[in-house]
């Protein structure tokens, strides 16, 4: 083009313009009829310029009747901007009544302003543009023999060149300072976070730890829990706020009749009854699937439920699961009542709670 | 001068003078669309990205990635006076302070599950067409690619707000992430900086969401846009319409100005969405603590597979040697997606090897004529679909008034039985569509006028498909190659000797089922059963592989050079 010769657009480049003869519908991908933009314009030969695209569309009656709807649709986005902003402005936020007007009022006049526009421009493109259908030649995507004969000298020519191929040494050292240069940053993400440890094998409860009521924030004894059916969750004392400690150690405590628990023996799973407090029961609140809180009680069935995957605890029986997919029961907190009378833990869990990780054992 | 000789003298110039932006822009105006409301929904999923980037930004200039404690004293009252982080502090001030605030969010969100939707329905036009064969397989594989981050980005950035509902799905992300044998454990901590939750995860999932996967998306995303627009269109058959064209209409004025509107109606439903249907209401749901949890939790709708796998699986743990393989936990996370995942990855190889169809297609294929793929594809829709429903099980046994555990046992079944049924029939009810289409180019199409013959008889008339009904039909998508036969229906010729390896008589068999009932017969005696290739009736043209062949219309003779497939 001009630039390859230093022509000014004023000056088409002297080849020759057009001679091939085209037809109505020219197929795409030949060479383009036109050299320049605007010299044809200013240059325009003796021949009659063959277009691709109707100038009018297909019923002038009908553009004419779309034209004004289109217009007044464009308009009706201009005044939901407008809106918009009024709306921006003068509707106030700060509560929950305001927030929900606001919202209708921002949203509603953005729908408008966007959709008058999507509207108007469809009516356009189906309505004052002609209908056309172009056809556009297909290439073969593969380059022909030729240009990968080409492609496999320049690429052979460049190996060479650098002496890749014929020198080992130096081919097999970047290799390896490659890897060195892959490898050496990872260590930057060890600092990410702390090794694990046994920090999963443990929870802070600890001998004589009361149990504190989630929510009143207070220790509990066992007559004031004597309902039998209830359910409360319960976090250690001093780690109320502590969202780290109380992933490991929510509990939930239960309270049941007399002889309603089922001992453990060592042919079945069962609840330690030494670990109870008149019959107040005392379970890791963590699943044991992937760690939702199992907040869900029936009293009837004495199923403990986990909301997230529907793991099923038979609190009665240490629970033991007996539907879904967690596989181990919910540990067991050993409880006792302290010198005041209030409930306590007599130890932390003996075995991890929440969900199973590879060096559980 | 006319406005645009004008506007082309001075800036036409200024431009082509520095950037020879004639040629190649006009290559770029003259560019052909062909027109199908399916090629809408790739659009779909990149206008709602674009979306995401728009609103998404005005998001950030008041969120605060931070899990520092603090004590709300915002404008929403039920929460004044409780201690929550301050990314959740924030998020709240997002939906109550800032004006328009709340409507970001809310189309984000709404934006969020369109682009996931978008990118499901696009990925399965594309797989139902063969829309992914040769030359595209790069666009299919970076398509499940972007899916998948997709699946990831959404999953953080539900996470960001702290709520108790997005806590409940961080908990959930550990406890599957710690369950991986070996490495779990080191990366949670890693990952959390600690025990969970800790104070680094909002923080870290916040640079992931606003740069490290959008960057991504937006790398592939163009990727994917650059190869499509280099490759051209595939188009749907029809009069005219052949591998060696595209036929349509041009990019300008027609396609510019349609994908305009189509971007803006988006937009538009996308806020009429988020004025009318709430989305993620976190002040309901409160800060994250993690004693707390609310009944019928369910993450994003593209999640759902995911949550219906870990529901169904079974209890399954072993302890081998002081380890614990939590197969419960880490087989529903990884296999099922994996399988679909992978399946889908390698599908375009698999076919074109089994058919050894090394040629080119840009007609695209009606779901009916490749009856094995269509049947392959809905029995993994049905295989996802039951999952997916399965994550939902709680509510949907709540609603049905169906025990939650039966409704369980059902998903277990037909989570196996759902894909084979729908394979079968799906097959079944290709092969009768493909019956219809030869009677309907036999005999025509009824008329409804019955005339009587000067016999006494009654016939009624019928009159020959139009011709572009008829393109349509009678585009005949098998071109492929006959593979060497495994047994020759001349009994005494000896079998080709790559057939008779392991891998050939796999492939063998491979073949002929996904050749079951592909071909029709221009005369409409093709039999819907076996195998078309032997029935003397259009029996293929040979395109063969490895070279660059285009084929004709009709598979009439492209030009292959003889090698035997499998090159």
Known sequence: MSDTNGTHWDEPPDEPAEDEPRGPYRVIGTPPPARTLLGEAEHASAEPVVRELPAGPDDEKKAKGAERIVATLFLVSLAASIVFIAAYVVLPVHSLDNVFRSNLALGLSMAVAFGAVAIGATIWVKVIMPHVELVEKRKPLASDREARAAFTQTFNEGAEASGFTKRPLLRRTLIAASVGLAVAPIVLLRDMGPLPGTSLRHTVWRKGMRLIVYGPNTPIRPADFAIPGQMITVVPDGYQDNQDALAKATTIIIKFGPGQLVPDTPQNYGTKMNWTVDNIVAYSKICTHVGCPVALYEETTHHILCPCHQSTFDATRGAAVTFGPAARPLPQLPLGVDAQGFLIATHDYYEPVGPSFWERG | MTFTEKALDSTGRFLDDRLHGAVSVRGFLRKIFPDHWSFLL??????????????????????????????????????????????????????????????????????????????????????????????????????????????????????????????????????????????????????????????????????????????????????????????????????????????????????????????????????????????????????????????????????????????????????????????????????????????????????????????????????????????????????????????????????????????????????????????????????????????????????????????????????????????????????????????????????????????????????????????????????????????????????????????????????????????
Not at chain 2, 274 to 294: C, H, K, R
Not at chain 2, 318 to 329: K, Q, R
């Open chain 2, 42 to 567: 790739g659009e779909i999923a990149l206008y709602s990205f674009i979306i995401l980037l728009l609103t998404g930004t005005v998001l950030t200039f008041f969120f605060q990635p931070s899990m520092t404690e603090v004590v709300y004293h915002g404008s929403y009252l039920p929460l004044r006076g409780v201690r929550m982080s301050e990314a959740y502090a924030s998020t709240l001030n997002i939906s109550f302070d800032v004006r328009g605030g709340l409507l970001m969010r809310q189309i984000h969100h709404w934006a969020a599950l369109l682009f996931m939707a978008a990118i499901m329905v696009h990925m399965l036009r594309v797989f139902f067409t063969g829309a992914y064969r040769k030359p595209r397989e790069f666009n299919w594989l970076i398509g499940i690619v972007l899916f998948t981050l997709g699946m990831l980005e959404g999953l953080f950035g539900y996470s960001l707000p702290d709520d108790l509902l997005s806590g409940t799905g961080l908990r959930i992300t550990e406890g599957v992430i710690q369950s991986i044998p070996v490495i779990g454990t080191y990366f949670a901590y890693f990952l959390f900086g600690g025990p969970f939750p800790g104070h680094d995860i909002i923080p870290r999932l916040y640079v992931i969401h606003v740069l490290l996967i959008p960057g991504l998306l937006l790398a592939l995303i163009s990727a994917h846009l650059f190869f499509m627009f280099h490759q051209k269109h595939t188009q749907m058959p029809g009069k005219g319409r052949t591998n060696a064209n595209v036929v349509g209409a041009p990019m300008y004025p027609y396609f510019m100005a349609k994908t305009g509107a189509f971007f803006l109606f988006i937009f538009a439903v996308l806020a009429l969405l988020s004025t009318f249907a709430q989305i993620n209401p976190i002040w309901l749901f409160g800060p994250y603590n993690p004693s707390g949890i609310t009944a019928g939790s369910q993450p994003d709708f593209y999640m759902g597979a995911l949550e219906g796998a870990l529901r169904i699986m079974w209890p399954w743990e072993w302890n081998i040697a002081g380890h614990t393989l939590a197969f419960n936990v880490f087989i529903p996370a990884l296999v099922p997606l994996g399988i679909i995942f992978t399946g889908a990855a390698l599908w375009p190889f698999i076919e074109r090897w089994a058919l050894g169809d090394y040629s080119e297609h840009h007609v695209l294929d009606r779901p009916r004529n490749a009856p094995t793929r269509t049947a392959i594809g809905m029995a993994a829709i049905t295989f996802y679909g039951v999952l997916w429903l399965e994550g939902a099980n709680d509510v949907i046994a709540a609603q049905l008034q169906i025990p939650l555990y039966t409704l369980t046992w059902i998903a277990r079944f037909a989570v196996i039985l759902g894909p084979i049924i729908a394979y079968w029939v799906t097959k079944r009810i290709c092969l009768g569509l493909q019956r219809k289409d030869a009677h309907l180019l036999a005999h025509g199409v009824e008329s409804g006028i019955v005339r009587q013959l000067p016999s006494g008889a009654f016939v009624e008339m019928t009159r020959p498909v139009p011709g572009r009904d008829r393109a349509v039909l009678e585009y005949n998508r098998v071109n492929a190659p006959e593979l060497p036969r495994a047994t020759p229906e001349d009994a005494d010729a000896v079998p080709a000797p790559e057939t008779r390896s392991m891998l050939g008589r796999v492939r063998g068999s491979l073949n002929r089922v996904i050749t079951e009932g592909m071909p029709l017969t221009p005369d409409g005696h093709g039999n819907g059963h076996g195998n078309g290739h032997g029935d003397g009736h259009g029996a293929p043209a040979a395109v063969t592989g490895g070279e660059p062949a285009l084929e004709q219309d009709g598979g009439d003779g492209a030009g292959g050079e003889g090698h035997p497939p499998g090159h």
